[in-house]
């Protein structure tokens, strides 16, 4: 009489064969999804990189002409906000009332071309920063109005008139007429394995990495290597900032390398 089942040697077979199976299947199944898992932060660590990057190159192109410079070290470089621009009047014309900006005295006010809005709070008027000595508005040089003088703006059509709190006399003109305000110096600091943003602080000599008193944002995380390098323009042309960023995770390394100009026209 026969019986139904399997023998031991036969079970054990078995198990050897599936094993064996296994064995060849397993790692076949695993590259493909490795390969996706990969590729997946790949992407991420690009996204990354893009939105930091975006958000630097929106910041340098709104930064006050010679304003943008590097830390010692590299991981960290800061600029001067433009809040609003134009060209002042240089010359009285024979229109009743035109007022125009004289550099040979302290002035209080003079007129802009074109309607204006009303300046941030805390803003300060800037006329030909060059970042040479003597017209370096970090250094506190006349290029620059007080902290302390305020600035209001009553808008028109087709020119605007700016009147500061104290009037203040710049040492230098623009050759092109142009005057910037600016509202916050800014910072970008590679810290920690992150990149940060800094903004709302007061004016100083020097880059500080980190400033302090300031607003604190994050720009990116997985930061695994950073430099920035800044390359000052010339007459000829446009200055150039160099941002290479490496960003890290779940194995997986890119490297970015960037350089943005920077329109210097004083």
């Known amino acids: 009489m026969r019986q139904d089942g399997v023998t031991l040697v036969e079970l054990i077979i078995s198990m050897l064969l599936i094993g064996l199976i296994a064995a060849i299947i397993l790692p076949l199944s695993a590259t493909p999804f490795q390969a996706w898992a990969a590729t997946r932060e790949r992407t991420h660590l690009v996204g990354l990189a893009d939105n930091a990057l975006s958000l630097m190159r929106r910041d340098i192109h709104q930064a006050l002409p010679n304003s943008l410079r590097v830390n010692a070290n590299g991981s960290a470089f800061e600029m001067l906000h433009i809040a609003q621009a134009g060209r002042y009047r240089a010359y009285a014309g024979d229109q009743a009332g035109s007022d125009s900006l004289d550099f040979t005295q302290p002035d209080g006010s003079f007129q802009v ?19 040479q000595v003597g017209a370096d508005a970090y250094a506190g040089d006349a290029v620059i109005t007080p902290a302390s003088t305020s600035l209001s703006i009553s808008s028109g059509n087709p020119q605007s008139l700016i009147t500061l709190s104290s009037p203040w006399q710049f040492p230098f003109p623009s050759p092109a ?3 910037y305000i600016v509202d916050t110096p800014i910072s970008y600091v590679c810290q920690g394995g992150q990149l940060l943003r800094y903004s709302n602080y007061a004016i100083q000599s020097v880059v500080a990495s980190p400033p302090a008193a300031s607003t604190t944002s994050l720009v990116s995380p997985q930061i695994s290597s950073c430099q920035f390098s800044y390359q000052s323009g010339t007459a000829t042309r446009a200055g150039v900032i160099t941002l290479s960023l490496g960003f890290s995770g779940q194995g997986e390394t890119i490297s970015i390398l960037e350089q943005v100009y920077v329109p210097n026209g004083i």
């Open 177 to 179: 007429q142009r005057y």
């Open 113 to 131: 071309a074109g309607p204006q809005s009303a300046p941030p709070a805390g803003s300060r008027l800037v006329i030909y920063h060059t970042g």
